[in-house]
T-cell receptor, first 114, second 116 residues
């Protein structure tokens, strides 16, 4: 069973379009994250939700809007896509509190904006 | 500011030789440190972590890491490298200001190339 899954795996679209990426985890975690990995493989957190509540919101353009319908799902909607949005987007999850701390990552969604 | 540095963009090692991938950190308070591995076109996989306790931490696939508080380092090691270990390795530290949540700050990554 896939622990953290993302759809789609690849997304090719034109500038100005609106697109969404979906993430689901079956680990029973209460916290989920979106990361962006750029072409140089640098990984940066964008958002985090805990039990459907936004807890981390890094400096990200307003065109990016995350939504968490429940603690097992975290979606990312991107409006008016720009060339610079091309990257690999990773979803991750973890359990807040306790002693685990590590995050578990999905396989990534490679977004290409043309 | 809290940060993680991986000073080597790439590490080359011959199969069977020991490998070390370096990581240094800067964080206020006690550091919570992690190593992840990323294979091509894959997500990050958790390898090991240091939270407290023994300075030598053992993890997946025969990897281990040594926490050194005085040198603020958390180097990843393996006694005998395999060609299949070739991948991108990330060191990360938990942001101590993240409260009960686990905001991680990642290093830039080190590409490990193991040659037959």
């Amino acid at each position: 069973d896939t622990a953290v899954s993302q759809t789609p795996k690849y997304l090719v679209t034109q500038m100005g379009n609106d697109k969404s990426i979906k993430c689901e985890q079956n680990l029973g975690h209460d916290t989920m994250y979106w990361y962006k990995q750029d072409s140089k493989k640098f990984l940066k957190i964008m958002f985090s939700y805990n039990n459907k509540e936004l807890i981390i919101n890094e400096t990200v353009p307003n065109r990016f809007s995350p939504k968490s319908p429940d603690k097992a799902h975290l979606n990312l909607h991107i409006n008016s896509l720009e060339l610079g949005d091309s990257a690999v987007y990773f979803c991750a999850s973890s359990q807040a509190g306790g002693q685990s701390y590590e995050q578990y990552f999905g396989p990534g969604t490679r977004l290409t904006v043309t | 500011a809290q940060s993680v540095a991986q000073p080597e963009d790439q590490v080359n090692v011959a199969e069977g030789n020991p490998l070390t991938v370096k990581c240094t950190y800067s964080v206020s308070g006690n550091p919570y440190l992690f190593w992840y591995v990323q294979y091509p076109n894959r997500g990050l996989q958790f390898l090991l972590k240091y939270i407290t306790g023994d300075n030598l931490v053992k993890g997946s696939y025969g990897f281990e890491a040594e926490f050194n508080k005085s040198q603020t380092s958390f180097h990843l090691k393996k006694p005998s490298a395999l060609v299949s270990d070739s991948a991108l390795y990330f060191c990360a530290v938990r942001d101590s200001a993240s409260g009960g949540y686990n905001k991680l700050i990642f290093g830039a990554g080190t590409r490990l190339a193991v040659h037959p």
